[in-house]
């Protein structure tokens, strides 16, 4: 009786983490809160793993080019290209949605890659 009350937690445990890590919400089931902003709250969360993305493939471009000395300045121009692309998906979230937790999410994450872009030059 024990081993199968133990098995229920952990299997209610392992679905909150997953409904947690795709669509940024503490649920059991995923799409139970407002489907407008339940959207729009895992579109900031898919934009913000593009962009964390392409830093880190930004970062890699610039550490290829000091250990090889091969040329990476296009693999670095995509990774700001796609950054930029993020950049400009969140921005127009944050100018549309009526959710004012999306509208800050949004924001902060704007906020974020125009730091990471302004210390990336």
Avoid at 7 to 32: C, K, Q, R, W
Avoid at 57 to 70: M, P
Wanted: charged share 30%; no cysteine; glycine share 10%.
């Amino acid at each position: 009786m024990q081993k199968l009350i133990v098995l229920i937690i952990v299997i209610v445990v392992a679905l909150v983490a997953v409904n947690y890590f795709m669509t940024g919400e503490l649920t059991l089931i995923p799409g139970s809160g407002s489907s407008a902003g339940s959207d729009e709250s895992a579109e900031i969360n898919r934009l913000r793993g593009e962009f964390r993305q392409a830093g880190r493939e930004f970062r890699q471009a610039g550490r290829g080019a000091a250990l090889s000395g091969t040329d990476t300045s296009d693999a670095a121009a995509a990774a700001i290209e796609e950054i930029e692309r993020v950049q400009r998906a969140v921005e127009k979230i944050a100018r549309e949605t009526d959710d004012a937790d999306v509208r800050a999410d949004a924001e902060a994450l704007g906020r974020e890659i125009s730091d990471w872009l302004s210390k990336a030059g």
